[in-house]
T-cell receptor, first 115, second 115 residues
Framework: QKEVEQNSGPLSVPEGAIASLNCTYS??????FFWYRQYSGKSPELIMS????GDKEDGRFTAQLNKASQYVSLLIRDSQPSDSATYLC???????????????FGKGTKLTVNP | ETGVTQTPRHLVMGMTNKKSLKCEQH?????MYWYKQSAKKPLELMFV???????ENNSVPSRFSPECPNSSHLFLHLHTLQPEDSALYLC??????????????FGSGTRLTVV
């Protein structure tokens, strides 16, 4: 069973701080990795994707991938109260039939940014 | 209409009712998905349709019946549900092979309550 593990939190940081969210995955053949943000009562929205080892930066967000350690993280710099949400890590894997693909999600980490 | 549209947004049904959830995507994607999101659990993949063919069925009870008449529309037919089926049901679409930059696009979800 492919698994994606995240600390459920809650993670609380002060406004302006760096929030660090972590994720580990069990399937070594996974190729692509995604971070979704989900506000309470809303659907998940994609904020970052990464598929090469190293860092990928987009504005205040940086995704980090280490395939050897099966670890992916998300850093949020200069955290804002509007960043308060649940962050879902998702890992691409193969489906049960040839050629099919699917995303496996972690339980999510709830982040609260305090003004 | 843009993105992924789900109707209805909220649904309350009795255990003997029959209802259907509808999903429509306007992104030109070729794969569609049903996910179930319950409190304190990760997103659970229910069904995957790729090129209108069902390629994944994750041991979902037969009281849930999907239908994908074309690559833009996906339905989830519900009958004789149980209270534990109350959850947020999310539809998503994507382009396969995986578009690493865009991942899945989710609809707003249907909040289902079974009484």
């Amino acid at each position: 069973q492919k698994e994606v593990e995240q600390n459920s939190g809650p993670l609380s940081v002060p406004e302006g701080a760096i929030a660090s969210l972590n994720c580990t995955y069990s399937d070594r053949v996974s190729q692509s990795f995604f971070w979704y943000r989900q506000y309470s009562g809303k659907s998940p929205e994609l904020i970052m994707s990464i598929y090469s080892n190293g860092d990928k930066e987009d504005g205040r967000f940086t995704a980090q991938l280490n395939k050897a350690s099966q670890y992916v993280s998300l850093l949020i710099r200069d955290s804002q109260p509007s960043d308060s949400a649940t962050y879902l890590c998702a890992v691409n894997g193969l489906g049960t039939q040839g050629g099919s693909e699917k995303l496996v999600f972690g339980k999510g980490t709830k982040l609260t940014v305090n003004p | 209409e843009t993105g992924v549209t789900q109707t209805p947004r909220h649904l309350v049904m009795g255990m003997t009712n029959k209802k259907s959830l509808k999903c429509e995507q306007h992104l030109g994607h070729n794969a569609m998905y049903w996910y179930k999101q319950s409190a304190k659990k990760p997103l659970e993949l229910m069904f995957v349709y790729s090129l209108e063919e069902r390629v994944e069925n994750n041991s979902v009870p037969s009281r849930f019946s999907p239908e994908c008449p074309n690559s833009s529309h996906l339905f989830l037919h519900l009958h004789t549900l149980q209270p534990e089926d109350s959850a947020l049901y999310l539809c998503a679409s994507s382009q396969v092979p995986t578009d690493y930059d865009y991942g899945y696009t989710f609809g707003s979800g249907t909040r289902l309550t079974v009484v």
